[in-house]
C-alpha cells in the first residue's frame, strides 16, 4: 500500500510513504525549502525636484517631508498636496544635515560654514544659531527623550548639545582619525550611538563615555552611512561604504552577519524600515534597492532617474520613505498601512501579527469593573501565539472564527484560532474565505484563481480578462482590467460583470446587500438571488455574456473613500479618509465620532453594543453603537413597521433623537415627531406638519422670540389669528402686530400697539400706530421726544400747522447749541408770515380737518371713500366755508365768542359729522360743494409784511436768499382734486364769508384706519 501523509511545515511539497512491514515505517520527503518575495507595492506619493538634496527628514504628524539642499536652502513639502508650503534661507553654503524636532516646533540645520541654527517652523523665525565645529557638519540626530542633540563633522569630533542648557555642549567623542559622516541612536538603549566614518570603521559608544565601546572593521573603504535594526529580535547594525558593499553586524559578537552586493558605486545610506521586514539601501549608481531583512534576497530596485542617491528617511508608524537625490526629492510609500490585524466572529478574540510575531488578545479578560471610554485605548492583555514562517501582511479569521490565514511572501498558511496549529499552507498572492466557513478561494498569478473546500481543491478557473485581485462573500469577486466578476462559488458561472474596478468588496450578513468602495466612493446595491435563480431556470436571453442584468440593484453611490467597512443589519459602517466613523443606512449617512488619527475597523459586539478598531501600533479603541438603533433603522428600511415598533421602547431616551433624525429623512416626519425627544427637533416637525397645539406648547416652554416668530407665521397661513396675535406678542413682534391690527380692522388694538411701543422704545411702530389713528399730536410728540426736530417742524407744517412755531422754537433753540448762527437763520411763521403763503388756510384746513381725524370707519366703507389723492382738502374746507358747515375759530378764540348772528350753536359752532346714510359720510371730510360765482371772483388783499428788528446778520442771510425759488404751497405735493360729487345740503349759508386767498393748501394724505 501507499499514500501520503499531510506535512507539518510549509516547505515540505512532497511526503510519500512505503510500509515496510507492520512495526518498520519508513518516510522519504523531498524538502524544497525557499521563500516567495514580499511582494510589496510601492507607490511614489511626491516628487520634488530642487538642487542637490543632502538630507531628508519626515515630520511625526504633520505630512512634511524637511529637505536641505547644496545651495544652502531648506524646504518642507507637504506630500498630501504635493506643494511647497516651507522655505529656509539658511547660508550660502550647503546644508548636509537638517532634523525635525516636534516637541520644540523647530528645525535644526548644520551646514559647511561650521554653523547649527535653529529654526521655528510655524513662525520662521531663527530661534538660536552656534559655532559648532571647526569643519563641515556632516549630520545632526535628535535624542528621542532627553533635550539633546548631537552632531558629527569632518573635524573627526562627535559632540553632545544640551538646549535647555543655553545649547551647552556637554560632551565630545574622540576616537575616529578621519571625517564622521553618520550617527545614529540605538533605538533600544537610547544611550547607545554608532557612528560611521571615512577611518573604514563603525564605532558604539556610550552617552557618558568619550572613548567608544567598540569597534567594528570590515569595510575596504570609507564608511559612509549607519542605522540600528529596530526590531527586538536582532542585535544587528547596517552599514554602508566606498567600497560598493552594505554589511550587516551583529553588534553583540561583533561580527559581520551578512554582506550585501550588488550596487555599482559608492553606498551613500543604509536604513532598517522601522515597520516592515526590508532593508534599504541608496548609491551613488542612482538605485534605491530592497532587501528583505530575514533572507537578505533582493526584493526590488528602484531608479527614478534623479542622479545620485545621497539620503534615505524612514520613519516608525509610517510606510513611507523619503529618497535624496542630486536632482531632487522622491516619497514612496512601500507596501499597504493597514496592519495585519483579525476579530473572531464572536468579537472576543483579536489576532494580529506584529513584524512576524503573531499575538492574540481577548476582550473577555479585561479588568473587571473598569468603565469603557469611546476611543480610549482598551487594557488588553497580550498573549504570543508563536512565529509565523512568513511575513504576514493579511490575517482573517474564516466565518465561523475556527480558522485564521496569515497571507504574505506569497504564500498563505491557515491556522486553528485557538493555538495556531497548522491546518494547511499553499503558494497565493491573495486569500478570500467564502460565506460558506469551509471554502475559501486563491489567487495565483494574475490568471489563475482556485477554490477549496474542507482545504481540498474543488476546482480552478481562469477568468476570461484575467485576475488582477479576488473579493470573497457570498459571491466570488474577480477584479480585472474590465471591471468586477461576480461568480457563483458552487457552479463558478458568472452572476454579474459590473464596470467598476473597487479595492473593497463588503458583504452583509444576510447577503442580499453589497458596498463595492472604489478610491473615491463606493456604491451600495442590492442583489436579488430569486431573480438569478428564476434567470438560470428560464436560460436564453435571460443570461448574457455580461451576466444576469436582473441580480443587481444600484441603492445609491456616496462620494467617500472607504478605507475599511462591516454590515450590521442593513448598516453599513466604515472609516473614511478624513478619519470619520460613518454608517450607511437608507440613504442617509450617520456620524459616529471623529477619529484623532488613522484606524481601522476590526468588529461589532452585538452583546456590548461597541465598534472595536486598531491602529497601526495595534492599540485597541471602542465606540458605543446601539445594536437596537441599527436594528430599528434596518426594520424602517425594510418597511418592517411592526418590528420598528417592537424595538424602539428598547432605544434609550437619549438616542430617540438620531432615530427620529432618520425617520424624518426618511419622510416619516409624523412618526418622528412621535419619537423626538428633543424640543428644538420635534418643534421644526411640528411646524412642518402644522401641528399647532404641539408647536405652541413646545414655544411656551422654550420661551424663545424665534420660535414665537416661527409659529406666528404658520398661524397666520393657517388662519388662527388669535393665536398669531398671542404668537408675536410673545415674540415682542411690534411689526408683526402692526400688520395683523391693520389687516383685522381693529383700531383698539392699533391703539393699545402704539402705546406699547411708544413705552418700549419701539418708535417707528409707534409713530405709525397713531398716524393711522389720526392721533397727530401723539405723532409729533414721538418726533420731538426722539430729538428729530427737523422731521417734527415739517410734520406740524404738513399736518399741524398751529403747532409749528412750537416746534421751530426747539428747533432753533436746538440748534443754535451747535451753532448759533444757523439756530437764528430759521424762520418762524408767526414772525415770518410773508415767507409762508397760505398759511391762514392751512391753519383753517387743520380745525377743518380734525372732527373727521377723530373719527373711525369700518373697513367695508373702503369702498365707497375717495381716494385721499382724489381730493383737496383746502377747497373742501373753503366749500363748507361757504357754505356755512364750517367756522374758523383762531386760536384763543372761545367758541361763543365766533359764532355768526342769527345762527344756532349748533349749526354754526363747528363741523358736524355728516349721517352714516349719507354717502359723504363714509369720507373723513365731506364732499367740497359748487362754490357761487361771487364767491369765486371775491379775494382780499394780503396782509402787510411782518417785518422784524433782527440783528444785521440774520438781515443779511434773509436778503441773500431767493425767495422766490421756494415753493411754499401744497400743490407740489398733491395731485388734482378729486372729481366734486352732489352732496345733500341742508341749508345754504345766510352770507358767504370772504375768501381771503385762493392758494390751495394740501395736507398730506389721510390714513383710512382699518
Not at 61 to 72: F, I, Q, R, V
Request: glycine share 6%.
Amino acid at each position: 500500500d501507499s499514500g501520503s501523509c499531510r506535512p507539518k511545515s510549509r516547505h515540505v511539497r512532497h511526503c510519500h510513504l512505503r510500509v515496510i512491514d507492520n512495526q518498520n515505517l519508513t518516510y522519504l520527503v523531498y524538502f524544497r525549502n525557499f521563500r516567495m518575495p514580499l511582494r510589496l507595492d510601492i507607490k511614489r506619493k511626491l516628487t520634488a525636484r530642487s538642487d542637490r538634496v543632502k538630507c531628508v527628514d519626515l515630520h511625526p504628524t504633520e505630512p512634511w517631508m524637511l529637505a536641505s539642499l547644496y545651495n544652502g536652502n531648506v524646504h518642507v513639502w507637504n506630500h498630501e498636496s504635493q506643494q511647497l508650503v516651507k522655505s529656509f534661507e539658511v547660508c550660502d553654503l550647503p546644508v548636509r544635515a537638517a532634523v525635525f524636532v516636534p516637541r520644540k516646533n523647530w528645525i535644526v540645520t548644520g551646514s559647511d560654514d561650521m554653523q547649527v541654527r535653529v529654526f521655528n517652523y510655524n513662525t520662521l523665525e531663527r530661534a538660536h544659531a552656534f559655532e559648532a565645529h571647526s569643519d563641515y557638519v556632516r549630520c545632526i540626530v535628535v535624542h528621542p527623550t532627553q533635550p539633546y542633540i548631537l552632531t558629527s563633522s569632518d573635524d573627526m569630533l562627535i559632540k553632545l548639545w544640551n538646549w535647555e542648557k543655553q545649547w551647552l555642549c556637554q560632551q565630545v567623542f574622540e576616537g575616529h582619525t578621519h571625517y564622521v559622516m553618520q550617527i545614529v541612536i540605538n533605538t533600544k538603549d537610547n544611550n547607545t550611538l554608532a557612528s560611521a566614518s571615512l577611518d573604514r570603521t563603525v564605532k558604539v559608544w556610550q552617552l557618558g563615555s568619550p572613548t567608544p565601546n567598540f569597534t567594528l572593521e570590515g569595510h575596504e573603504k570609507g564608511v559612509n552611512c549607519v542605522d540600528y535594526y529596530h526590531g527586538g529580535d536582532k542585535p544587528y547594525l547596517i552599514s554602508g561604504a566606498d567600497d560598493r558593499m552594505v554589511k550587516i553586524w551583529d553588534y553583540q559578537n561583533k561580527t559581520c552577519v551578512q554582506t550585501l552586493e550588488g550596487h555599482a558605486q559608492n553606498i551613500s545610506a543604509v536604513c532598517f524600515h522601522p515597520e516592515l521586514p526590508i532593508v534599504l539601501t541608496g548609491s551613488e549608481d542612482g538605485t534605491v534597492r530592497i532587501w528583505h531583512s530575514g533572507t537578505y534576497r533582493l526584493e526590488s530596485s528602484l531608479n527614478y532617474g534623479f542622479e545620485r542617491v545621497w539620503t534615505i528617511a524612514c520613519m516608525r508608524g509610517s510606510n513611507n520613505v523619503a529618497l535624496g537625490y542630486d536632482e531632487g526629492s522622491i516619497m514612496v510609500k512601500v507596501g499597504r498601512e493597514e496592519p495585519a490585524v483579525s476579530m473572531d466572529v464572536n468579537g472576543e478574540k483579536i489576532v494580529w501579527a506584529r513584524h512576524s510575531e503573531i499575538q492574540q488578545a481577548n476582550l473577555k479578560a479585561m479588568p473587571e469593573g473598569i468603565e469603557i471610554k469611546d476611543g480610549e485605548r482598551l487594557p488588553v492583555a497580550v498573549k504570543d501565539m508563536g512565529s509565523c514562517e512568513i511575513y504576514p501582511q493579511t490575517i482573517a479569521h474564516n466565518p465561523n472564527g475556527r480558522f485564521v490565514v496569515v497571507c504574505g511572501d506569497g504564500e498563505y498558511i491557515i491556522y486553528t484560532a485557538m493555538v495556531l496549529r497548522n491546518k494547511a499552507f499553499g503558494t497565493a498572492h491573495e486569500f478570500v474565505w467564502a460565506q460558506d466557513s469551509s471554502e475559501y478561494a486563491i489567487r495565483e498569478g494574475t490568471t489563475t484563481v482556485k477554490v477549496f473546500k474542507n482545504f481540498k481543491e474543488k476546482k480552478s478557473f481562469k477568468p476570461e480578462f484575467g485576475a488582477e485581485g479576488i473579493f470573497g462573500g457570498f459571491l466570488l469577486g474577480v477584479r480585472s482590467v474590465s471591471g468586477l466578476a461576480l461568480y457563483d462559488w458552487d457552479t463558478l458561472e458568472l452572476v454579474r460583470r459590473i464596470e467598476i474596478q473597487p479595492r473593497h468588496v463588503y458583504w452583509s450578513e444576510s447577503g442580499e446587500l453589497v458596498a463595492l468602495a472604489t478610491d473615491d466612493s463606493y456604491f451600495v446595491l442590492r442583489y436579488d438571488a430569486g431573480a438569478v435563480q428564476a434567470a438560470r431556470e428560464q436560460g436564453g436571453d435571460a443570461v448574457t455574456q455580461d451576466g444576469i442584468e436582473e441580480a443587481f440593484d444600484v441603492l445609491g453611490e456616496v462620494h467617500e473613500s472607504v478605507r475599511t467597512g462591516l454590515w450590521v443589519g442593513d448598516c453599513f459602517i466604515y472609516t473614511n479618509s478624513v478619519n470619520r466613523i460613518n454608517y450607511y443606512v437608507g440613504g442617509e449617512i450617520v456620524t459616529v465620532s471623529h477619529l484623532d488619527r488613522t484606524m481601522y475597523l476590526l468588529g461589532y459586539v452585538a452583546k456590548d453594543n461597541r465598534l472595536y478598531l486598531g491602529d497601526k501600533e495595534l492599540n485597541i479603541v471602542s465606540y458605543s453603537l446601539l445594536l437596537s438603533v441599527l436594528e430599528y433603522q434596518t426594520a424602517v428600511m425594510r418597511g418592517d413597521f411592526e418590528t420598528a415598533d417592537k424595538v424602539l421602547p428598547t432605544v434609550p431616551t437619549q438616542y430617540r433623537t438620531r432615530v427620529a433624525h432618520f425617520l424624518e429623512k426618511q419622510g416619516f416626519k409624523q412618526q418622528a415627531l412621535a419619537v423626538s425627544t428633543d424640543p428644538e427637533h420635534r418643534f421644526e416637525l411640528a411646524l412642518q406638519l402644522g401641528e399647532l397645539e404641539v408647536a405652541t406648547t413646545l414655544a411656551r416652554e422654550a420661551g424663545h422670540t424665534q420660535k414665537w416668530r416661527q409659529l406666528a407665521e404658520l398661524a397666520t397661513t393657517k388662519g388662527e389669528l388669535g393665536l398669531a396675535q398671542e404668537c408675536l406678542h410673545q415674540a415682542q413682534d411690534f411689526g408683526g402686530l402692526l400688520l395683523l391690527a391693520t389687516s383685522a380692522g381693529n383700531a383698539d388694538m392699533v391703539r393699545k400697539l402704539g402705546d406699547s411701543a411708544e413705552s418700549t422704545g419701539k418708535n417707528n411702530i409707534a409713530f405709525l400706530s397713531f398716524l393711522l389713528l389720526g392721533e397727530l399730536d401723539k405723532c409729533l410728540q414721538i418726533l420731538i421726544d426722539t430729538d428729530r426736530l427737523p422731521e417734527a417742524a415739517f410734520f406740524a407744517r404738513t399736518y399741524l400747522p398751529s403747532q409749528i412755531s412750537r416746534v421751530v422754537g426747539l428747533w432753533r433753540e436746538s440748534l443754535s447749541k451747535v451753532s448759533e448762527k444757523a439756530g437764528q437763520s430759521l424762520a418762524d411763521p408767526k414772525d415770518y408770515e410773508n415767507l409762508f403763503p397760505g398759511l391762514t388756510e392751512a391753519f383753517k384746513t387743520e380745525q377743518y380737518l380734525e372732527p373727521e381725524r377723530r373719527s373711525q370707519l369700518p373697513a367695508s366703507a373702503y369702498v365707497n371713500i375717495p381716494a385721499n389723492h382724489e381730493r383737496n382738502a383746502v377747497e373742501e374746507m373753503k366749500t363748507a366755508e361757504v357754505s356755512g358747515r364750517f367756522h374758523y375759530r383762531p386760536p384763543g378764540v372761545a367758541p361763543e365768542d365766533h359764532l355768526l348772528t342769527g345762527a344756532g350753536d349748533e349749526e354754526h359752532s363747528t363741523h358736524t359729522i355728516p349721517q352714516a346714510d349719507n354717502l359723504a359720510a363714509y369720507s373723513y371730510v365731506l364732499p367740497p360743494t359748487q362754490l357761487p360765482a361771487a364767491a369765486t371772483t371775491q379775494s382780499a388783499s394780503a396782509p402787510p409784511p411782518v417785518t422784524s428788528q433782527e440783528d444785521d446778520d440774520l438781515d443779511l442771510d434773509l436778503d441773500n436768499m431767493n425767495l422766490d425759488d421756494i415753493d411754499t404751497s401744497f400743490d407740489s405735493w398733491y395731485e388734482p382734486p378729486m372729481p366734486e360729487l352732489e352732496p345733500e345740503v341742508k341749508a345754504p349759508p345766510t352770507t358767504v364769508p370772504d375768501v381771503t386767498e385762493q392758494t390751495d393748501l394740501k395736507p398730506l394724505p389721510e390714513p383710512v384706519p382699518g
